[in-house]
């Protein structure tokens, strides 16, 4: 069963252990594992005989050591290859045989339909065959995912163990680290750590073994990670790198546990911060390392029935009820602590349920200056009672310093792009709050949104207040001159919907000193990892949509720097000769880790009047707005970036009779093919 009633968190209400399935009632483990609670299992696809490890216990599939799936119960398995195979060992012998047995395992998984096979570490960091042999298996895979197991932080070895595996042929482990960590086979990521950096005596950084595979084997959107946790914890930092990545599991071994003072397992708090930190980003969980509460002294022809296991020894101090079988269940205390968990996550606000279908999806920008908007679109602006609050609080402020013009007495406030009249209700507010007299003018160019401010009008009884004009903005001849001008015009990253040239037709009729609502926006660039963002932009083959920005609500993605000031624009725009194209060169600042950057996050930040701002830039994100997402701009090739290594890039505004787009380039540390030159892929129309 799920751990939890909690739609906003997706697939992390799911829970997984690893367990010997055996040969002779796999029906009977899946349901007890079911009858605990968990909702699948993850089994050897090869079942090794009691107590070996190694090639030599390797024999051809039969039913006596193959993986049987009951009927019906292949979504609730996940298979796991066998951890002794070394397909670039530098011995021909042994190569040969780990990726024959390696291919028959992932094709026995594939026949078998399970929803997923989890790969344990390759023994070295170069693993060129190994990505070979999987990259051409997923080749045929429509379904079945793959999951790289990894630990979130990999040990270094001791020098004692770089000099015994040293007199030994390059990738055979020493007879020492070659023995399972666990029963029946299983070997940790740990341990294989140990053994694959002593073999090659390379990087101790796990996400660096993650990258290489996943690079060799072209971004495959079904290659993921199954990532976990030891004992210790890596830096902040390190966890945070791979929340931009595929980690499709987080493998939470029984002995990291502590026991708690009432005799339960529990987690220390760090090590429960993490995983509520993935349970957040849709992460199922996977308990493993469970034989020896299971069946410490079974075979695995043995598997015992739930009142056996009752029996068993427990970790000290657990304690089962006797309400049910479920209860009884050596496990079940393991399940209840991390349910207990997943459930203690904040709830969402009502703003955040609205935004969960939107997290991680691309959307094409609006273009309404092109186009004109439908009605749920205004409706779904309109419900951020936050946005228009604060332009309430930005035009009471420009009242306020305001004084009629000549032989009036009252403020002329013009709405440019005035949708369906939030902003002239917000102006209307402003005025009843500092007791000024105004005349207000709505102008908009969508036929269909006007017939909504003239139902608003007229249901208030605002004719004297409000005139209403159908016209664009940039056409129209304004009777009077305005006080003050507020428009909505902004786009996620500020001038993307055309904001600046709108504006810039509009002033004609702002009087001299007038105030224009917002006064300026600057946009933002940020390098991210996001995995899943850009394996989208992939799934369309082709290069248009890698040329063209995307809104998105940013869900699971790394920042790789903090963001950078793109192009800025003031309003009115006292330019003796205007000019809205823009280039500038960024510069962001080197990690202390590698990592990999899919393409960047745009962001903007409005200066509204004078103190009052309106941005979604993280750091200084107006609480509770929800009017905008990021855009994201991806990159058609992810550039890798070593530790302590900048990374630059080249941004451009283009324009045209008919049309204004972006252009953009990583120059450094490899230089990217411009993207969308000449607006070819996107442009934003006039």
Known sequence: MPLGRRPDCGDARFAGVD??????????????????GFDFVAAQLRRSPSGEAGLESLQPFTNANALLVPPGRSGQIVGITSPCLDADSSDARLRQTSAAALREELEWGIHLGLQACILPLPHRLGNANFAHIINQVMGGISNMALWLRLPLTVLTPTSGQRASAASLPEGVPSPESSQPSVANGHRSPQTS??????????????????????????HNGQLGVALELGPSLPSEAEVRRWYGEPVRAIVVPVSVFQTNKRGFPALSKAHQAVLVSFFQLNVQVLLSDTDHIMAPALSSSAFPSLSEASQRQMPAGTSSSSNGPEQQHPLRPYWEYLSFLFKRQPEPDPDQMLELSYRDYLQAPLQPLQDNLESATYETFEKDTTKYTTYQAAIEAGLVEC???????HIVIMVVGAGRGPLVTASLQAADKTGRQVKVWAVEKNPNAIIHIQHLVASQGLEDVVTIV????????????????????????????????????????????????????TSFLQP????????????????????????????????????????????????????????????????????????????????LYKQVHLSILPSTHTPNMSSWFPIYFPIQQPVQLLADQPLELGVWRCGANHKVWY???????????????????????L
Not at 555 to 560: D, E, G, S
């Open 19 to 36: 367990l010997a399935v055996p040969a002779s009632n796999p029906e009977g483990c899946v349901q007890d594992a079911s009858d605990c």
């Open 193 to 218: 750590a140990k053994q694959a950096t002593a073999g090659s005596a390379s990087s101790s950084d796990s996400w660096e073994w993650w990258n290489r595979v996943r690079c060799m084997c072209g």
């Open 403 to 409: 004084t009629p013009q000549q032989g009036s007495n």
């Open 470 to 521: 159908a016209a664009d903005m940039r056409h129209w001849e304004a009777p009077q001159q305005a006080d003050i001008l507020v428009s909505e015009l902004l786009g996620s990253f500020g001038d993307n919907e055309l904001s600046p040239e709108c504006l810039d037709g509009a002033q004609k009729f702002l009087k001299d000193g007038g105030v224009s609502i917002p006064q300026s926006y």
């Open 528 to 607: 991210i990892t996001t995995a899943k963002l850009w394996n989208d932009v992939k799934a369309y083959d082709d290069l248009e949509h890698f040329e063209t920005p995307f809104v998105a609500k940013l869900h699971r993605f790394t920042p790789l720097a903090e963001p950078q000031a793109v192009f800025t624009f003031h309003h009115p725009n006292k330019s003796e000769h205007i000019d809205n194209s823009r280039c500038c060169q960024l510069s962001f600042e080197a990690s202390a880790h590698p990592g990999i950057c899919h393409g960047f996050a745009g962001y903007f930040d409005a200066v």
């Open 663 to 685: 252009e953009w380039c990583v120059t450094y540390p490899q230089c990217s093919g411009i993207h969308n030159p000449n607006g070819r892929s996107y442009f934003v129309g």
